[in-house]
């Protein structure tokens, strides 16, 4: 008889992948991989670089699965993988944007969507884009706080977790995030719609 991994809990899996059954990790990685890959995406806001840090930070978990503690949730411990493997791409993004002659990083306003549509498609998709960018814009640890209780609707306590900072913190930081993306978006005329 053989063990069917979709009634097992994370705790189960990640102890059957420990033990070598990799098949309990790709339940894992199933399980996961859309809050994942959301969560990235909304760091680096490129759905294909999100894509290659998926990949990354499921290999990454893979090589340490051995490191994972059981006693806290799956989820938690992959959501610090793949925020790390966000940071690291910002900050490899940031020296090749200084050392290159490339455009500046304000072109992610070419990505406008050129498709004919109704107006109001278009002005809603402007509009995200601009908050998109705006959310970009802000520091890592206000960023990060932003889409994990926002768009991820983590709760408090499972920010975090993620994050390794206490409950305040978690508080504090999405306060001064609301407040300074605020200020951001007042900011930017409208006529700077893609």
Sequence with gaps: MTLDLSQCDDHELSSLAVAGQAQAFRELMRRHKDPVYRLIRNNVGDPNEA?????ESF??????????????????WIARIALNKCRDWARR???RSFFSLARPIERDEDFGSDAPGPAREAE??????????????????????LILRTIE??????????????????????YRARGQLK?????????GRP
């Design 93 to 95: 993004r940031a020296v």
């Design 59 to 76: 290999v990454s978990a893979f090589g340490a699965i051995r490191r994972y503690d059981p006693d806290r949730p799956f989820r938690h």
């Design 51 to 55: 894509l290659d840090l998926l990949q």
């Design 153 to 174: 609707e983590a709760s408090q306590a499972e920010t975090a977790a993620i994050l390794g900072i206490s409950e305040k913190a978690v508080e504090t930081r999405l």
């Design 183 to 191: 200020a951001q978006l007042a900011a930017e005329p409208v006529s």
């Design 124 to 145: 809603s998709r402007a509009e995200l884009l601009r908050v998109e960018r705006e959310i970009a814009k802000l520091p890592q640890p206000l960023r990060e706080v």
